[in-house]
């Protein structure tokens, strides 16, 4: 049973910066993707990006390209959300999710298409950034 947990969030002000840790267990990631998402009170829940579990590609929605970064940290097995220069639009719950990519790894063709495909997911962390 795959189990993804999330963790760091808290409340920070206006142009300060985050980082989410996310860890999955109970299951060999090969081929796998790590994917990051918020939802914001009142809207739907939205992409952020992915990464392969073995760190060799990343992905960005286009809307979060320059705040946003994802990595994976090999030492503790996590793939983290750092986010720079919070605004309070950031606010949100902040969801990791596991996916399977294909059987040729994860890349253009197949993380940005992974709508369906995020099988497992964590309870959420909450972001808050005052207005």
């Known amino acids: 049973q795959v189990q993804v947990r999330e963790t760091g969030g808290g409340l920070v002000q206006p142009g300060g910066s985050i980082r989410l840790s996310c860890s999955a267990s109970?299951?060999?990631?090969?081929?796998?993707?790590m994917g990051w998402f918020r939802q914001a009170p009142g809207k739907e829940r939205e992409f952020v990006g992915g990464?392969?579990?073995?760190?060799?590609?990343?992905y960005y929605a286009d809307s979060m390209k320059g705040r946003f970064t994802i990595s994976k940290d090999n030492t503790k097995s996590t793939v983290d959300l750092q986010i720079n220069t919070l605004k309070p639009e950031d606010t949100a719950v902040y969801y990791c999710?596991?996916?399977?990519?294909?059987?040729?790894?994860?890349?253009?063709?197949?993380?940005?298409?992974?709508?369906?495909?995020?099988?497992?997911w964590g309870q959420g962390t909450q972001v808050t950034v005052p207005s």
């Open positions: 109970g299951h060999t990631f090969d081929n796998y993707a």
């Open positions: 999710a596991v996916g399977y990519c294909s059987r040729n790894g994860c890349n253009d063709a197949t993380v940005p298409r992974m709508t369906k495909r995020w099988t497992d």
């Open positions: 990464i392969a579990w073995n760190g060799d590609y990343t």
